[in-house]
């Protein structure tokens, strides 16, 4: 390659965080939103709040709620669902992950289908198993 002629390669973009694939896509064992983050988290050694905050080239593009140090349990639950503050982190993810199908984490496929009253759970529940 002749490198003094101009004639660079071409370097594809890069993703500012890993491309992780969802866990269960297309199946009834699709991760959750907050697992997902959870684990891209994790996968970079930071706290899920600080992986957000680090998602934006600048600050206030991200929702209110999650400009503290820390995530609100209320705006945890809301992740999961097909509010604002889910649509916009998705987007948010999407262009740092390279990653298409972060919305089948979500509820966003229902957004106009089903009542968001009383959809998400207020409080922590598991399975014991």
């Known amino acids: 390659m002749d490198f003094a002629a101009g004639n660079f390669p071409i370097i594809p973009e890069r993703s500012r965080l890993y491309n992780l694939e969802p866990v269960g896509i297309g199946t009834t064992e699709v991760e959750s939103f907050t697992g997902y983050i959870s684990r891209l988290a ?58 298409e199908d972060l919305y089948y984490t979500t509820l966003l496929g229902w957004k106009n289908r089903i009542s968001y009253h009383g959809l998400l759970r207020k409080n922590l529940a598991w399975c014991p198993s």
């Open 42 to 99: 994790q996968e970079h050694l930071v706290s899920p709040i600080i992986l957000i905050k680090n998602s934006v080239s600048r600050l206030d593009q991200l929702p209110q709620v999650l400009s503290q140090n820390s995530l609100p349990a209320t705006a945890a639950t809301n992740l999961n669902g097909f509010g604002e503050t889910c649509e916009r982190l998705v987007e948010i993810l999407r262009k740092a992950t390279f990653r």
